[in-house]
């Protein structure tokens, strides 16, 4: 269902910082709600995505590189106009971090 978008998002984007939507619109602060490496194949995403779909009104497709250990990952993501609301659902899914799309900055939960 989302396998063209996360192919185009990951063809077109510069993966060391991009979020593109799937379902919804993009709120403020990017929550992952997975934990994915760079590797992970496009069949994995695609999967996830579809899995969040039922439960979160906004999926989105992030990339995002770890200032602390440089590592990249491409996950499923949501997003909330609320920092209170996108940090709980950032430590119930134990997420390194969030990113504020205003400020464009990274907020360091670990």
């Not at 039922?54 to 999926?59: E, T, W």
């Not at 209170?84 to 997420?95: E, Y």
């Amino acid at each position: 269902m989302y396998k063209k978008s996360i192919k185009n998002a990951l063809n077109t984007q510069d993966l060391t910082g991009f979020t593109s939507p799937l379902k919804g619109s993009i709120n403020r602060y990017i929550v992952a709600l997975t934990h994915n490496n760079a590797n992970t194949s496009i069949d994995k995403l695609n999967t996830q995505a579809m899995d969040l779909s039922y439960v979160f009104l906004n999926i989105n497709i992030w990339g995002w590189v770890d200032s602390k250990t440089n590592e990249l990952f491409i996950d499923i993501s949501t997003s909330y106009a609320s920092l209170s609301d996108a940090i709980k659902v950032a430590k119930d899914n134990n997420q390194i971090a969030i990113f504020d799309m205003v400020e464009l900055k990274e907020i360091r939960l670990k």
